[in-house]
């Protein structure tokens, strides 16, 4: 392979041991003919991140490893026998590296099973890797590979036209607020609900048509049907997990869906025998969703690729490489609307 004037050096976070992590100079990892080199340009944070970092994680991490899974960024080099992309292209490397097809049953990720993104240059296979648009933002793009195409899977927007029908997002998380952008600019009335009212006041902003702050509407589920005429919605976007996927059943209309994204309680509230009397009455569906493939990662972007569809809006903060402990560290204390993105 010859050699494209890149460089021999690169500047990583890997994380040394549970809450540590550090920067380090190191040689750019040896490329293969299908290898591409990519010089990041940005990297969006995920729960997992942290978790990861804390040793809160359910699977062991590794120690040593550099932080991060999703990126965005551009082609520095090429190997001779990458077909699909050429130096200077704008890429993002797809969040289970194995998922290609959706079928596969295996999953490796950066960041949790080899090293991750945050790095001033990091290596993938041209498999791996989708172009996106020039109507992104690097910033945009990067959130676009995890929560942006959990949020597509969520809403079965290969398969589902949205036109008409309402979505409930539950809280102001990245998939949640990606989510709600997506199904408002496919035509769905989208239904947000919250802790604070500042946030369901962006989520107006967003294209959210109703919103329902849960702290004063502990039974928000009535609410949700008292909105829709006593019919519920299509599409839950479900967060809560055990406490609130009751009522997340009872806000559902007769054979719609409640697409199971988080699991951010604890241990479960309420009647199994009459969450599964409520299954069986409105034949509605719970399905577990786990990002998506390259397939659902081309299909959003060619989505996102109409005119003046921007998702700037879904990012609560941009941090400097260097501040990425801040960062990391402010994503940790919760709080944030939308995703926390990482710039180089």
Not at 51 to 60: E, T
Not at 180 to 191: C, D, F, Q, R
Not at 307 to 327: N, Q, T, Y
Request: glycine content about 10%; aromatic content about 6%.
């Amino acid at each position: 392979m010859a050699d494209q004037n890149v460089p021999q050096t690169r500047r990583a976070l890997r994380r040394i041991g549970p809450r540590e992590a550090k920067f380090f100079d190191e040689a750019i990892p040896s490329r293969g003919s299908s290898d591409v080199l990519i010089r990041v340009r940005a990297v969006s944070l995920n729960y997992k991140d942290v978790a990861m970092l804390d040793d809160n994680f359910p699977w062991p991490v590794p120690t040593n490893i550099i932080m991060g899974a999703d990126v965005a960024g551009e082609v520095a080099w090429v190997g001779e026998k990458v077909a699909k992309f050429k130096i200077g292209d704008r890429v993002v490397a797809i969040h289970n590296l194995e998922n290609i097809t959706g079928r596969e049953v295996t999953a490796r990720a950066p960041g949790q099973d080899v090293d991750g993104t945050l790095a001033t240059y990091v290596v993938f296979p041209e498999v791996e890797l989708v172009k996106f648009p020039d109507n992104l933002t690097w910033a945009e793009a990067s959130i676009v590979p995890c929560a942006g195409v959990t949020a597509w899977s969520a809403l079965n927007m290969r398969t589902n036209n949205l036109w008409g029908k309402t979505v409930l997002v539950q809280g102001t998380g990245g998939v949640s607020i990606i989510a709600l952008s997506l199904a408002a600019k496919a035509g769905a009335t989208v239904i947000a609900t919250s802790s604070s009212d500042a946030k369901l006041e962006r989520a107006r902003q967003l294209g959210a048509s109703h919103v329902i702050n849960y702290k004063q509407n502990p039974n928000w589920e009535q609410q949700v049907l008292d909105l829709t005429g006593g019919l519920g919605v299509d599409i839950v976007i479900e967060q809560g997990g055990a406490q609130t996927l009751l009522q997340s059943v009872q806000s559902v209309k007769r054979e719609g869906q409640i697409s199971q994204v988080g699991f951010l309680s604890g241990n479960g509230l309420g009647d199994m025998f009459l969450l599964v009397q409520l299954l069986i009455i409105k034949k509605c569906s719970i399905v577990g969703i786990q990002v998506g493939s390259k397939g659902d990662l081309e299909d959003l972007v060619n989505f996102l690729k109409q005119p003046h569809f921007k998702l700037e809006a879904c990012i609560d903060r941009v941090f400097s490489f260097d501040k990425s402990l801040e960062a990391l560290d402010y994503m940790r204390k919760g709080g944030a609307f939308g995703k926390i993105v990482i710039e180089f």
